[in-house]
């Protein structure tokens, strides 16, 4: 038994050693990020703060740097977000860019993936719908930038399908997949 726990530990110190070997070249500026400005700003739908709302900056640059990015953020309770590329909330590298947001609902036994319908009905989730909206189209440059707040709007049929979306998850008396929300 003393011999097998220690050949797994001397295993898990092994790949551990060669995980810090394979990584310390990058954490250690083997590989640069390109330079990045932060940039923050604020979500409301329907004049509301819009909590766990996801932003993307889509570049309309050619980005020639190795490692690539899509700028992103999430929004807090408050509709506040601040966009990550490479650390968190670092910001986006100077371009133009072409925002899109989606408001998913978390999924997944942990809750941890944002795969739930679009609560803005897909509205704001496409290059192509966004790119001619007032305010999509964004310029990070050489500073900080916070971007105006932007304004949306949840159409009464995006909101009628993330209701019946969720009636189908809960069930239809909201109490659970099989009904009877009263103790027995």
């Avoid at 305010?135 to 930038?145: A, C, D, E, N, T």
């Avoid at 009464?156 to 399908?161: F, G, L, V, Y």
Wanted: proline share 5%.
């Amino acid at each position: 038994m003393h011999n097998l726990c220690t050949t797994r530990s001397v295993n898990l110190f092994l790949r551990l050693a060669l995980a810090l070997a394979l990584v310390a070249p990058v954490a250690c500026g083997g590989r640069k990020f390109p330079k990045v400005y932060p940039v923050k700003g604020k979500i409301l739908v329907n004049g509301q703060p819009a909590n766990e709302c996801q932003i993307y900056l889509n570049r309309t640059f050619e980005d020639k740097h190795p490692i690539k990015a899509t700028p992103s953020g999430l929004t807090d309770k408050n509709g506040e977000f601040q966009i990550t590329s490479y650390q968190t909330n670092d910001g986006a590298q100077e371009g133009e860019y072409v925002v899109t947001i989606e408001w998913r609902e978390r999924s997944g036994l942990a809750k941890q993936d944002f795969e739930g319908v679009d609560l803005l009905g897909g509205a704001y989730a496409k290059v192509e719908k966004t790119k001619s909206l007032p305010g999509f189209v964004v310029k990070v440059g050489q500073q900080s930038l916070e971007l105006p707040p932007f304004e949306l709007s949840q159409s009464a049929e995006a909101k009628r399908k993330a209701e019946d979306a969720k009636r189908r998850r809960t069930g239809f008396d909201g109490h659970g997949p099989l009904g009877g929300g009263s103790d027995r």
